[in-house]
């Protein structure tokens, strides 16, 4: 569920830094910017791509491990669920600190 939550930002990430190239490049062509600025957002694009084809390799060894660790023919395909944890019920804190007294 981590690596996957990654992944989205990553691709957020992504989205962006293309953007971002496309309007640097835009300014450079025009004469509104220096070519450090379009050097930038292109580094900055590069490495977010690097990051999210690592990430996703790290996924299918994951995939991989747990396809031999579960001695399968196929690899398994994970399900993911939200985040976010909720708790059906509370506990008032007075019976939190006469349970854990120091």
Known sequence: MHLKEKEKILVRTDIIYTSFLEKATF????????????????????????????????????????????????????????????FSETIPTDQILESNPQ
């Open 27 to 86: 300014r450079f062509e025009k004469g509104a910017s220096d070519m450090l600025e379009k050097i930038y957002a292109e580094t900055a694009l590069s490495n977010v791509q690097m990051q999210l084809k690592l990430l996703r390799r790290d996924v299918e060894m994951e995939k991989l491990r747990w396809q031999i660790l579960l001695n399968l023919e196929s690899q398994p395909e994970p399900v993911y669920s939200a985040v976010k944890l909720s």
